[in-house]
């Protein structure tokens, strides 16, 4: 692991000032190892100060992208992490328990498509049988599909792709909380994932956006519901971030140029997102931070 400076630097050295990426697409849910360049997950630069330890983190889509940067953080900063993903995935799911691992921390695989009911349930069961318990739950699975052959809005929208939209980043999120906190104690936390979409949303991610300014407004209710027995629930929103679930779902000239409208001029990296996840985590860090959604945007507002 490198020095906090020597972190900072390497950050600097990766920062791609023309923003956009090489022309490339995936079929969902899409892999790490095909992408060019390859996605930085903090594998090199987080430097964990002990902020979890002896946590026990419930990651879902753990497996790649911001999910498997969080499970790389979430390890360093002492915690025990289960990675929820979808089978087609078992390969970076390894990767990122390999890196778990290697931070001297438990990594447990509770594979299964959180679209149905009874897997939420199965999930939460087995991560907290696994671990010995859970009180940290990261809602961070999430599709979208912004390939409407060309047209945007309405005109855009197919009614499979809508209803795999809706029921991955809204539905199984309620069951999944509702799963979580039957069994959390004071102190468990739920940290959900919006995006800068649920405040300046894009007419090719119509479905997508609606989910996610959905997802702010259950962060606010189901902070009100679980403040009495101590359990917090915040939200992040990123920004455009490189993973792998933008080759799966955009179309070739949105890659091309993704990340470039923002202020900072860029996409950010999974590793730039992670430590948003760990301050809303610790309970050192954020006792008093409920109902509220931080943004890692590169400079896109969020309120
Ligand atoms: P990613 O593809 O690496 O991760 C998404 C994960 O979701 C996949 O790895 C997959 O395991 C999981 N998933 C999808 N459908 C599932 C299902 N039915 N059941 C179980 N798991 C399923 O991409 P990412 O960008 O890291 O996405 C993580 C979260 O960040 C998502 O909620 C996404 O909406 C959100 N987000 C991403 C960006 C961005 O620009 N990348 C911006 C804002 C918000
Ligand atoms: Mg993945």
Same mark, same amino acid.
């Given at each position: 692991m490198m020095t906090d400076i020597g972190a900072r630097a390497a950050r600097m050295v990766r920062t791609d000032k023309k923003g956009g990426f090489p022309a490339q697409q995936q079929d969902p $849910?899409?892999?790490?190892?095909?992408?060019? $360049?390859v996605p930085d997950h903090g594998e090199q630069t987080y430097v964990g100060h002990?902020?979890?330890?002896g946590r026990k983190a419930l990651i879902t889509g753990?497996?790649?992208?911001i999910g498997r940067a969080i499970a790389i953080a979430f390890a360093r900063e002492g915690a025990d992490v289960a990675i929820n993903y979808l089978q087609a995935e078992q390969v970076d799911a390894d990767e990122t328990c390999d890196w778990v691992t290697k931070a001297g921390r438990q990594a447990v695989q509770v594979p299964g498509d959180l679209r149905d009911r009874a897997t939420c349930d199965q999930v939460v069961a087995d991560a907290s049988k696994e671990l010995g318990g859970l009180d940290i739950l990261v809602n961070n699975a999430g599709f979208q599909w912004d390939r409407g052959r060309g047209k945007d809005g309405l005109e855009g929208l197919e009614p499979d792709d809508v209803d795999r939209v809706i029921e991955t980043n809204l539905v199984a999120v309620i069951w999944m909380c509702k799963a979580a906190a039957a069994q959390f104690g004071e102190g468990a936390t739920i940290i959900n994932t919006t995006s800068i979409q649920a405040y300046d949303p894009s007419p090719g991610l119509m479905d997508y956006a609606a989910t996610k300014a959905a997802i702010n407004n259950l962060t606010v209710n189901l902070a009100a519901a679980l403040g009495p027995k101590g359990i917090r629930v915040n939200a992040v929103a990123p920004g455009p971030i490189w993973t792998p679930l933008q080759p799966a779902t955009r179309e070739v000239e949105k890659v091309e140029t993704?990340?470039?409208?923002?202020p900072l001029g860029r996409a950010g990296q999974p590793g730039e997102v992670a430590p948003a996840y760990v301050f809303l985590a610790s309970t050192a860090d954020a006792?008093?931070?409920?109902g509220t959604v931080l943004g890692v945007t590169g400079g896109g507002a969020v309120f």
């Open positions: $849910p899409g892999v790490t190892g095909d992408m060019t $360049p002990g902020r979890l330890e753990g497996d790649s992208g993704f990340g470039k409208d923002t006792s008093y931070v409920s």
